[in-house]
């Protein structure tokens, strides 16, 4: 590995080669070898993206006034996610850079909005034992405590949050669905604690947010988890997660624009006057919001309905597969994300056995367990993924694999 800051330029030429070299002991995720990090709708959505992204690599989005192309794309990307959401009349939202960014702004917003709202203790948000660590950074960052409620049955316990929020409370949070266990919490349920509480009620679903429409649009029953709960305040999606745009891209959506008003940064004074921005950031790539643009406009909600499908199709074959060969799955999944666990076999045992094997999946820690977080191209890659988790489950004393199953033959 050479650390020192090169002497000589190196022609691209000769660049590309080493870079492809060194990317060559990376996970096959274009096989379908790994179900965490990428988020893989094919070949044809690559390149979409990729060229997307390419063309507007160097415009930057903190320069609207200059850059009005990506004002533009910003604009309808984020009508597109009010729609889809069900959100009423005179509802706002913006870009950022990820979930965490999302939720981290999110945060800031209900801070802000309390304090308008003359909110004077030590703030503190709720959240359940499952909700993302992002809202413990912006916790971390903001001095805003985070207090962290038990489970019931894999999701928020209503009881829990309501006894644990008080007057200083300034967010109750739900997911949708949550990452351990790919589980929609009972949004509709905690919005009327929001209401009867008056209480900031925001829903992550960085996973969910761009499958869950779509899969219910298939004909799936979900629970009613969007703006369509009247408690809902704030929601944040994520486009390069199940949206299949270019990290990193992502969304989050407030009831009105009142709220919203709440979300931007206006630092200063400098010599340059006053610095405005929408997020934390002040770059903001012009390749990540073009890719999203991109990528909605070329699939629709043909494509999206279609993509949508591979994933829950797999999902439901993953489960089968696995109940198969003693696993238990941990509560009802709808989405794209499935826990499981092996009540005879080590998990971290299995994990390091497909490790070895190519994969690189998630675990759980409390419970352990497997978890997946799939993409259209698992529809093909989990038969490969069962037979190697056969495999596994062999190898480390997992009694019960299925000797039947065929997966392994």
Known sequence: MSTDFPQHGTPWSDLEPRMREMGAGDVKWREGKTAIYIFNAGEEIERVKKTAYA?????????????????????????FGLQLLNAPKGAAGGMTSGGTDSIFMAVKAARDYARSKGQKGPANIVTPYSAHPAFHKAAMVMDIEVRRTPLKECLADLAAIETAADENTIMIVGSSPNFPYGLIDPIEALGEVAQRKKLWLHVDACVGGYIAP?????????????????GVSSISGDLHKYGYASKGASTVFFRTEALKEFMPFDAGPWPLGRMITPTLAGTRP????????????????????????????????????????????????????????????????????????????????????????????HLEASERYLADLEEALV??????AAASSGYAS
Do not use: C
Not at 57 to 63: A, F, Q
Not at 214 to 230: I, S
Not at 318 to 347: C, M, N, S, W, Y
């Open 55 to 79: 063309m507007f690599s160097e415009e930057n989005g903190l320069g609207p006034a200059a850059f009005p192309s990506l004002a533009r794309m910003e604009r309808e990307v984020v009508a």
């Open 286 to 377: 012009g390749g990540a919001i073009a890719a999203a643009w991109a990528v909605i406009n070329f699939l629709g909600v043909d494509g999206y309905r279609a993509k949508q499908k591979m994933v829950t199709d797999t999902r439901e074959k993953v489960e089968a597969g696995v109940r198969r060969l003693g696993f238990e799955v941990f509560g009802k999944p709808q989405l794209g994300i499935v826990a499981f666990r092996h009540p005879e076999a080590d998990t971290f045992a299995l994990l390091g056995k497909l490790h070895h094997k190519g994969w690189i999946t998630g675990a759980l820690v409390d419970p352990s367990a497997l978890h997946l977080m799939l993409s259209p191209v």
């Open 395 to 400: 190898e480390v004393g997992g009694a019960k």
């Open 214 to 230: 779509f899969v219910k649009m298939n004909g799936a029953d979900l629970p009613t988890w969007d703006f369509a709960v009247p």
